[in-house]
């Protein structure tokens, strides 16, 4: 039986199990908030164009406006600064788009502390218990915050200092863009950065490393509880938008049953 074949008969018969991370794309989907002057994203929202009536008797279709990082979304380097000279999102080569997964639970303790920070040394921890990240591979950072998904303001999390969600500390992200074998990392919140990283020095390492670095971020995933810490095979399906910086994106895992 050819591979292809076999995959496709272990989707059917279960064995495989195909498990969506992506979040519903609706008016109500939360978008980054950025502070005057910085200009701001649209959010998502449909205009219909026609519905089984005189502009379209036997269709119904609609026109699409959002932002490129709105939703469930791919950061392409060029999105960043210091990955101006890098790939647009229809650049990124189809070969990357399905990867293996690592995933790291820091749920309990963003829950603790929602300005939680991940470092080397988690990251070593995880490694020791559960083997090497996977080279050319996806780290998906479990922090629990899909929950807070169906609500702008507690998805963001902010007060008058700023938001307040968990991220990567500054180390943490130069060490993934330089030393770590991953393609890129994949989160549950608004962003690749803790909502404090407008204050670090230097500022939003997440964005500014791994996107300098020619790798690649995935945000506001979901489902992440539904997947082991190794094994799963990530599907990721960004627009080929020509001069793109990001796009929304349909993510899709592939698990073993049993693992």
């Not at 519903?24 to 005057?36: A, H």
């Not at 829950?111 to 998906?140: I, K, M, Q, T």
Request: net charge negative; glycine share 10%.
């Amino acid at each position: 039986m050819s591979v292809l074949r076999a995959l496709t008969d272990a989707i059917s018969d279960r064995s495989v199990e195909v498990i969506d991370l992506t979040a519903p794309l609706s008016d109500t989907t939360p978008v980054i908030m950025l502070p005057e002057p910085f200009a701001n994203t649209a959010g998502f929202a449909l205009t219909e164009v026609s519905r089984y009536d005189e502009r379209g008797p036997a269709w119904y279709w609609n026109d699409i406006v959002t932002g490129e990082h709105t939703g469930t979304h791919f950061d392409a380097p060029v999105h960043w600064l210091t990955g101006k000279d890098g790939e647009d999102v229809a650049q990124v080569p189809v070969t990357r788009l399905i990867a293996p997964a690592a995933v790291l639970d820091f749920s309990a303790q963003a829950a603790a502390d929602p300005d939680f920070l991940l470092e080397v040394d988690h990251v070593r921890a995880w490694e020791a218990e559960h083997g090497p990240l996977p080279d050319g591979g996806w780290l998906l950072y479990r922090t629990g915050w899909d929950a807070r998904s169906g609500d702008q303001a507690a998805f963001l999390n902010a007060d008058a200092a700023g938001p307040h969600t968990p991220g990567l500390s500054i180390s943490c992200a130069a060490w993934l863009a330089a030393e770590a074998p991953i393609i890129g990392l994949g989160v549950e919140t608004v962003g690749t950065d803790a909502g404090a990283a407008h204050s670090f020095d230097p500022p939003f390492p997440g964005h500014a490393a791994l996107l300098g670095a020619g790798k690649y971020g995935l945000t506001q995933l979901q489902n992440l509880a539904r997947l082991p810490a190794t094994g799963a095979v990530l599907i990721a399906g960004p627009l080929p938008i020509t001069g793109g910086s990001g796009s929304p994106c349909r993510v899709l895992a592939l698990t073993e049953r049993g693992r």
